[in-house]
């Protein structure tokens, strides 16, 4: 498992996690695409804020490898702002490439690109 230096373990002052320390023995935990609805709290906004912002600092347009990113967090962006950067795909893997759907996180994310689309 790649561990990405430099990128952020968690949103500072939350329990937010945005990397994990070690491969899971049991086995690795498949990204799946899970639905923001609007009532979700602002605390877990900032999350997907944050973690947006800190892979597209890291890694900009370019393809980038799963490795120690946490599934949970990758998991509320998969399928819209992240999306798979090969074919065939495998969810279950820390060495899947993954990349950032730019014109759907400008839509999504504002703030982050420079402002409203």
Do not use: C
Not at 29 to 47: F, S, V
Not at 50 to 58: C, P
């Amino acid at each position: 498992m790649l561990k990405h230096r430099g990128f952020p373990g968690r949103l500072p002052g939350t329990d937010f996690q945005f990397t994990i320390r070690r491969a899971n023995p049991k086995g690795v935990t498949p990204l799946t695409r899970r639905e923001r609805y609007r009532d979700r709290k602002a605390a877990d906004k900032r999350a997907d804020t944050a973690f947006l912002e800190a892979l597209w600092e890291h890694f900009g347009d370019q393809p980038f490898e799963r490795g120690n990113l946490d599934a949970g967090r990758l998991s509320w962006l998969f399928g819209r702002e992240v999306v798979p950067a090969e074919d065939p795909f495998d969810p279950a893997s820390y060495d899947a490439l993954l990349k950032i759907d730019f014109e759907t996180a400008r839509q999504s994310f504002p703030d982050i690109f420079g402002g409203e689309v």
